[in-house]
């Protein structure tokens, strides 16, 4: 990524020359793209909730430079022991491109008082 300045020239048989020089800027405007997602989960009050990290790549980021965040939102639901967790996983590459994607996991209470 960067600016780069290329100068040409061009000398003819007389010794007649001319220069030109052209200035080329690359970018990455392409966001990282998402090789693994970990699926939506329906789980007991009993369970554990699992964890998994997304896992991606990037055509101009290194692997171990792509920064990986999440945030976890509860909704409520229809009784303090039935919920959903919904969690936000971001990536994004060292030019600021991200992409998110969102996993469900859902709680239910399956064990009578």
Excluded: H, K
């Amino acid at each position: 990524m960067g600016e780069t300045t290329v100068t040409y020239t061009a000398t003819d048989a007389s010794g007649n020359s001319a220069i030109v020089t052209a200035t080329a800027t690359v970018t990455d405007a392409a966001a990282p793209t998402l090789t693994y997602v970990p699926g939506d989960l329906d789980l007991t009050c009993e369970d554990e909730v699992p964890f998994e990290w997304i896992v991606a790549e990037d055509d101009a980021t290194a692997q171990s430079d792509l920064a990986y965040s999440y945030v976890d939102s509860v909704i409520e639901g229809s009784c303090s022991t039935e919920y959903q967790i919904l969690r936000t996983f971001t990536v994004s590459d060292a030019c600021g491109n991200s992409t998110s994607v969102q996993q469900l996991l859902s709680i239910t209470d399956e064990v009578a008082p």
